[in-house]
């Protein structure tokens, strides 16, 4: 068991040790979403949705894998749980919004192959986090994803209308972004503890 | 809004750009010469271009009706002199395309006196009969936009006007023929008066004039019959106070909705100029055929403020007042919304309101254009609160739609505050005269098509 | 009929004459106070690294421009403004190699690529520190010792040191007022910490005069006053909260103004019109922003100083400040919706 | 039985996920029309609005409940529309080739600029200040919005700074004829080769103070046209297309060149009589 | 879809290669279409142990065993698996060969698997693997789509090795664990920091994309 402070564990994965910024996790599609700001704004949200809902149903699969003494099925059932929870979340937005379906199109099928959400799980579970610390730990790194993306977004949205040198437009200039916005992020390092 | 009394008599932001007009506002007004031939363009002001009743080879006399109204928002046109037409043609004008013209050539020797009609009266007459005297006399807005004053009057259908406001700003740099105007024909304007509260039916009439020009507000002060509710109100210094929207904001604290006119919230504003113009025409049925228009500008020899016959090209009128060294620009109106004039062949209209004349010698060396730093001068500066910065980088990226639905362009009057002071010397009122245009012209080929 | 030939152009006719290059120029002139007094305090390898910094700007400015066949755009001096603020953000004895190298990063990630000036979102000299901060940590926290009596014709060694070669580390170092707090819990005095008789980077030192160039700028209204006061007041009010909750254990506010860059950054780095957000209420939110982050990295972070991770933080903000606080538009009951 | 439990688990784990995702997928299904894809992918992708649509894909749509044939796009190639009419099973819908045709030649040899315009260099910002500069208040101002709104860079400016159309090229989607402030863009059926190439609406000296090859309304390429194909209407000759237009005959009599003969291949042909320009280098700007 | 020449793909300078049908199936992930240089797929998990040669290079290698054999057995299985629940069976595949190469790897080197620790496992969803199953795999035969699984792999293994080796010169003056720099050489310690990752990543993208831009002449 892993005695970490709530806030500490919020702190660190939403900030000093975000997932975009310091892990490389859901790079996908936050290249991808991150040319609008709402439209980031709600993939973030779709994201800490289903990271929430994942690290709860990680920690009690970890548990029965581990009472069934099968640690090596974890990955499968993880990625299985999460797999179907995506696809539900698709389905449910295609039939209630479709406008919402449009604006994130093919970026929600691949929340499933987001790293950051099988992150959480697998992350969570070899720090032997409890439930309650599974769930800050989620909460912040989806709202740690949430922010990088928003921040993106935003940035973006000038980069629009700004004269980006040729050989740069596109991604080029977005990872660089994303660079700098990793270098300030450090200025986090050592907060809560 | 008004926590501080900050805002009082003033608006928001503006500008304080350089006045200019020590070298004019003492000289009187003074009657110009007819040149020998005058053109006449049909299209003077906003609206359907008048239609042309003489032909040519006739004789008309000054004042004369020679091209009446052609629908509502139209006014007719009176011959500025007695003289002969002589040629019916397209004529240039100032927009850069060219208008039907009458061309009148003036009897050498008349001494052309002025066509008297049947005057009417402010106290027994109707509002309707004054409106349709107003509209049959030519007036129209003399500030320089040269909108017809009858339809700006007409206080539409379950409407009420209770401020009836009268520009005397003239917050354009170099231009003083409202001062003159207010300092040589007062009586004219309280005349005037008299007529607008007829048609408005307005209870208090507030004068505006700015803090340059405090004698004109003296002198009005002291002559103002007893029998008129005539506030005069000091405002300070500020382009553009000269704008309607902005005067009602200066003199009430009221703000004119977006999109809509001052008389959503009771209010009409009528130029100085006009006032004086309605109060001298209307007693005795005339037509307009002459305004006062400051000639000034480095290159001028002989400025100050003169009484020039619409139709007078402006080659004569140049030549008469005489220009040192080379003509680079010349400008109709003032130099902050003025339009740079393409063609020496134009003539006075009833839209003038001054002509600035520069040499080369005086104008600013082309400024290298910077980009956008973001600076934030224009934001400080844009009298409507538009983010200029923003709307000029989105025009440069032809995001026409954006700018139009969220940043509010079609609010822009195109006062220039946000080019007088951006340091990168962006062309800004043209990226916005131009997005305006092309919105414009988008949706009208929108419309027909739709249509179709 | 004589021949006249007409100019025409758009209106309005008149302008009031400020440029930008004017404006670039006169920040240059604000800083020079500062800068020579860093130049007083730590000598020659301040200058040394100062000119490496301002003419590697240029010079990169210059070439990109050239490269990539535009115009040159060092007319308009912002180059060289990028060039000596990140010379004045540098420790006095940083090896000259990674000060020109910074410089390069500076202009050519932190500008030249999102299209020049105008259009970067970042302020470039701070890219260029962030990035020599995350790269060579080490020397770019050792620290030269103010005043040593041998300063105006000792070049240190570290200085020289061989592009891409490890600097020698100098005998003679000492910490920061900030560092000094942060890893030994020692205090300097206010009046040392006033007027700059104090280690640190070269144009951070003296507080006086960057308030001197600070408000001639704001004086000659080329500089937002909004900024630096509402950064100087937030972080002042939070230490200041803090101090009072336990002063035993937190810096006075005075320390906190004056320690560090939080001066410099306030008043020339954060104020960089391109990053920073267009209305004045924008400003204000920014200026907020910063100065709350300042405080929080410097008092409950693990790094002595935050005012180059605040500022860069505000400007990766200022987007978002810009859609969301708009003037009211004339004449519309609400703002205008993003 | 160790293996056993583990293999249960996961069975389990899949069954009652599968289930849950087929009852989903049952109630949530939402039907779009496959074809719509599928017909966009054949479209060129220009989404230039030649078709009278805003786009490729509500053109698909359009194309796929038979509210269009797929002729009306004229962008895509012969083969290409023919793809998509086999695909879909409806007649292809033959159009006439159409392109853009700029009414005015007045380049800068030819026609005088009386005033130095100093701005924007746009068409569309110069008309806005005094009408740009140039002494034809009708003509073009050679500024190039068009050549830059063209997205099938089908227009080029030329020495003269007068657009020229690549009729390869041109797929008559109007862009241009939207872009010119002076509206001398139209589009034509590229089978209509007499040509009036000026829309001044003055006459005689007035033109000919302008620009040596305006219309000057003398009339006599009207005067003697058979069966009243040309016509005189506010000083510019009017051809009727609907009558025989397929003669030279008209151009021959033409003093300015006004009125010419658009070939494919060599481009306008000016008849015998017209005036030879021989000026090469621009007019000086400003006239006496 | 298939009623229109797909003229684009006939472009790429590989195209003289392409004689045989098949071998543009391999080529083209190579370089023409590069999965990290030109798709920008896949970099997720992988970027993160970017840092170092040895481990760029296990991790590509690990990535392209998982897409090789999840290649393979999605286009075996094409028939079988039905159209609501492909994306869910797909991953069940790639989860499990996962599973095996990270006992493989475990097993190889402990030093190796300490490293790249939880990383091996967010290979599952890598999206390239994904994508490529998808897109490809589930489209065509065995063949071509070993073809395709191994020129991806290979290609971004070769991309991912690029940005590792970039990283590991610089950020430790090293190359495999060789140290042959200077032993006074001042190390770019940025470049082992994440940023580094980005900064390198945009780096080798910022070269691609000039020379592309060069040959399309612009």
Redesign the interface.
Known sequence: MNNESLWSIFINTSLINNFVLAYFLGICSFLGVSSK?ETGLKMGAAVTFVMVISALCAYGINALLTAINAPFLQLISYIVVIASTVQLVEMFVKKTSPALFKALGIFLPLITTNCAILAVALFQTSKGYGLLQSFVYALGGGIGFTLAM??MA??R???VF????SV?KGTV?VL??AG??S??????????G | MDLFGIYKNTF?HG?H??ENKDETKGMPIKQFPFAPVLIIPMTQHIGAPAQIIVREGQEVYRGQLIAKQASYVSVPIHSPVSGTVRKIAPVPTISGSKAMGVSIEAFPFSEQNVYEGTGINPENSSPEEILTAIQDAGIVGLGGAAFPTHVKLKVPEGKRCDYLILNGIECE?YLTTDHRVMLEQGDDIFMGIRYLLKVTGAKEVIIGIESNKKDAAIHLDKIKPADLPVKIQVVPVKYPQGSE?MLI?ATLGK??????LPIDIHVVTVNIATTAEIGRLLPHGRGIQERVITITGPAVKKKGNYLIPIGTPL?YVLDYVGIHG??????MGG??????????DISITKGTSGI?V?SKEH??DN??V????????C??AC?????P??LGILAKFESYDLMVN???LM?CF?C??C???????I?L??YF?LSKSRHKRKIALHQNTSHA | ???????????????????????MKHVVYALLPAAAFGVYAFGLNALLVMMATSVGAVLTEHLLCKY?KKESTIG?YSALLTGLLLGMTLPPNFPLW?ALFGSVVSIG?GK????????N??NPAL?GR??L?????V?ITTWYNAFAPDRFYNVSSSVL?FP????KVDAISGATPLSALKFDGVMTTANDLAFGFINGSTGETSALFIVIGGIYLGWKKML?WRIPISILLTAFLLSGIMYLIDPTKYPTPFFTLFAGGLMLGAVFMATD??G?P???MG?WVYGILIGT?VV??RL????PE?V???I??GN?????I??LI???????SKK??? | MDFIIPIAALGILTLVLAILLVIANKKLYVFEDPRIDQVEDMLPHANCGACGYPGCRPFAEALVTGQILPGKCTVSTDEGRMAIATFLGVSLGAEEKKVARLACDGGVNVAVN??????MSSCQ?AT???G??KACSYGCLGFGDCAVVCDFDAIYMNEFSIPVVDLDKCTACGDCVEACPKGLFSIQPINNKLWVACKSQEAGDEVLAVCDVGCTACGKCAMDAADNLIVMKYNLPVIDYHKNHKTMDPIQRCPTGAIVWLDDKHGPIKGAESKKIIRKEGRR???? | MSTIPQNKSDKGFFSSLANHPNTDEFTRGLWRDNPVFVQVLGMCPSLAVSNSAINALAMGLATAFVLLMSNILVSLLKDFIPKQVRIASYILIIATFVTIIDYVIQAVSIDLHKNLGAFISLIVVNCLILSRAEAFASKNNVSKSILDGLGMGLGFTFALLCIGSLREIFGSGSLFGYEFM?S???K????V?P??GF?SLAFLLLIFNYFKLKKEGL
């Open positions: 700001v928003v921040l935003g940035l949205e000038q980069l700004s004269e980006t040198v740069a200039i660089l972004v700098i916005l270098l300030s992020f450090m200025g986090f390092a050592g907060l809560g | 928001k500008i750009p350089p740099p929207k904001t703000e004119v909705p977006s999109g809509g080659r080379e003509i680079a620009e010349v400008y130099p902050m919304m003025g339009v740079a004039v393409s063609d020496l600035l520069f104008l600013p400024e290298k910077y980009p956008c730093i973001k600076c934030g001068a934001v400080d009298p409507i609160s538009l983010n910065s923003k969220d940043y509010n609010d195109e220039g505050s080019s007088y002071v951006c340091p990168s010397h062309p009122v043209q005269r | 009929m004589h021949k006249i030939t007409l100019d025409i152009s758009t209106s309005p006719h008149l302008v009031k004459g400020l440029s930008t290059d004017t404006i990539s308009d990674m990630l030249f690529i999102f299209g020049g000036l105008g259009n979102v970042f890219v962030a990035f901060q995350a790269t060579f940590p020397a040191a891409f070669m490890q600097p937002n019109m391109v920073s267009i209305t004045s400003l982050l929080i990295i409950w972070g693990g790094l935050g180059m991770y605040a860069l933080l990766a903000a200022t987007p978002h810009d859609n708009k003037q009211r538009v004339y004449g519309t205008i919706a993003s | 009386q005033a130095y315009y100093k701005g910002a806005l200040v005094s740009g500069g700007i400003g006239y006496s | 200077p006074n050489f001042e770019w310690v940025i470049m920091l940023a580094g900064f």
